[in-house]
């Protein structure tokens, strides 16, 4: 049975910065109580032109680079996200456009801030059974486009970004080991979009009812949070046959700083064990893991052979825990380019909706 293991990382965040002194011209609050009760400082908010696609593009082709893989090697693309573009078409499809992954299947997948480990596990799965190669996992967020800026409660969290791994077989033992996926629907109320589904389309009355916005009960959340991060951390660690001494590194879901600090005391590990990155982020959901692994793998804090565990939470209610021994790139002959040569795959694209059309005008209409 083949190994999956994590062969490229790369991340994307859009370039402008809102600082929480930006923040308490917009609402009632101040840098202090938002450093003190979560943790963050910044985070970066997509411009106009910034979408989930095309940061999860710019992450993912930066994940390739690293693993020296060409986007037509891909057999699988799993977006995570919480902040889609469509209901359909799926953001993951958007990308595979985007990249030229042409020989690649694409869906999304929807865990809220879960998602990158459900998606991780998914795609480890599928090279586990030996039924795909190499798969692209994206966790792309434009949740800045659900926040009510006039609500301090949830305004002062969110931040947009993306980051990406390339998942490969190799029969080598190592890549991800263990993996624990949980829900509890019974809480789904406490952390929602309430509008822009089937259930309750996005009329003016819900507009006007700002149900378009994410709505969340915090403390709720938060006592949900401290519970399931250390829990799950285990579980993952005893599936895997580790113990928490023997793991360099916990990737946690970068949420509030106060939840990490409670999954240390849980874990009674130190807090220099936890990769934090949510000061200069905040909350990125489905982006988060990947993004703080991608800064901590490229300052050379996780190296290949590391073990460590991935652990996140969030709507639905879900959570879950990922422990992986990191590898990096595979030992190749060739050398790669992938982040090269976008006009190239913008005109297939764009020759690819020309034969489409010319293909419509020439096929017999079927009565
Ligand atoms: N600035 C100033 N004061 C504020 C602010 C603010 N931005 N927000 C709330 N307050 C006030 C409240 O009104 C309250 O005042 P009161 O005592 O007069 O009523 C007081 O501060 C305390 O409010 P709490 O809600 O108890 O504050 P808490 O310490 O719980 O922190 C927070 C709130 C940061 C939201 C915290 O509960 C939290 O992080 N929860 C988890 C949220 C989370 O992780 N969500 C993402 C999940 S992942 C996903 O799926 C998207």
Not at 89 to 98: G, K, S
Not at 192 to 216: D, F, V
Not at 315 to 329: K, N
Request: contains cysteine.
């Amino acid at each position: 049975m083949p190994f999956a293991h994590i062969t490229g990382w790369g991340m994307s965040v859009p370039e402008p910065v809102l600082t929480n002194d930006d923040l308490s011209k917009m609402v009632d609050t101040n840098d202090q109580w938002i450093r003190e009760r979560t943790g963050i400082r910044e985070r970066h908010i997509a411009r106009e032109n910034q979408f989930p696609s095309t940061l999860g593009a710019e992450a993912a082709l930066k994940a390739l680079e690293v693993a020296n893989v060409q986007p037509t090697d891909v057999d699988l693309i799993i977006c995570a996200t919480s902040s889609p573009e469509h209901i359909f078409p799926a953001t993951a499809c958007l990308i595979q456009d985007l990249i030229g992954a042409d020989k690649a299947g694409a869906f999304d997948l929807s865990a809220a801030c879960s998602g990158f480990i459900y998606a991780l596990n998914m795609a480890a799965q599928s090279i586990r059974s030996g039924s795909i190669k190499t798969a692209l996992v994206i966790g792309t967020e434009t949740l800045s486009r659900f926040v009510n800026w006039k609500d301090r409660n949830t305004c002062i969290l969110f931040g947009d970004g993306a980051g990406a791994f390339v998942l490969q077989a190799s029969e080598r033992p190592g890549g991800v080991l263990s993996a624990v996926m949980r829900s509890d629907g019974s809480g789904g109320d406490l952390l929602s979009i309430p509008a822009g589904g089937s259930r309750h389309p996005a009329t003016e009355a819900a507009i006007h009812a700002g149900s378009q916005y994410i709505h969340m009960d915090g403390r709720e959340v938060f006592r949900f949070a401290t519970r399931v991060m250390a829990s799950s951390t285990k579980e993952a660690l005893d599936a895997a046959g580790l113990t928490v001494d023997q793991i360099q590194h916990i990737v946690p879901h970068q949420a509030n700083i106060r939840i990490i600090e409670a999954a240390a005391r849980g874990l009674k590990l130190p807090m220099d064990k936890f990769v934090v990155n949510l000061e200069r982020y905040g909350n990125t959901s489905t982006a988060s893991i990947p993004i703080a692994t991608a800064e901590a793998v490229t300052s050379g804090r996780i190296k290949p052979g590391d073990k460590l565990v991935m652990v996140g939470f969030g709507g639905g209610l879900t959570w879950g825990a990922l422990a992986a021994e990191w590898t990096g790139p595979l030992p190749s002959e060739r050398k790669v380019k992938p982040q090269k040569g976008s006009a190239l795959r913008r005109a297939r694209s764009f020759l690819r909706r020309v034969l489409r059309f010319i293909d419509g005008l020439l096929s017999p209409r079927e009565l």
